[in-house]
């Protein structure tokens, strides 16, 4: 059997080489978004806060949420990078205070990917 054979692709035996890829995955149970009042600079401002129900499937590691605000006054998305361990949900919070209370039509959505 050659070298290369005997250590598979990333150097370790054969049997160990499930190790070498990262067969997480991210699961969203759950989006809310619900109304807030934020302090900002010393000044009351209102907004949104975006809860995201994301689930790590697979070994530990970092997921990376994007969380979307969309209304009549344009998109604003933010990005966060949050430590799971195996298998672990966790609800990640996201603020907006971005909209005008004139805002309209405001909707949230999310997306995710293991690293």
Do not use: H, W
């Not at 010393?42 to 969380?67: C, S």
């Not at 672990?88 to 039509?105: C, L, N």
């Amino acid at each position: 059997m050659s070298a290369f054979k005997a250590l598979g692709i990333c150097g370790v035996p054969m049997v160990m080489l499930a190790g070498c890829f990262n067969t997480a995955s991210c699961q969203l149970d759950q989006v809310t978004m619900n109304p807030d009042v934020f302090f900002i600079n010393g000044q009351i401002d209102a907004g949104y806060v975006v809860n995201v129900l994301a689930q790590r499937k697979g070994n530990a590691g970092t997921l990376v949420i994007d969380t979307t605000l969309s209304s009549t006054e344009g998109d604003v998305t933010k990005r966060r990078t949050v430590y799971f361990n195996e298998d672990e949900a966790q609800v990640v919070s996201f603020e907006f205070p971005e909209p005008t209370i004139t805002a309209q039509q405001v909707t949230a959505s999310a997306r995710c990917t293991a690293t």
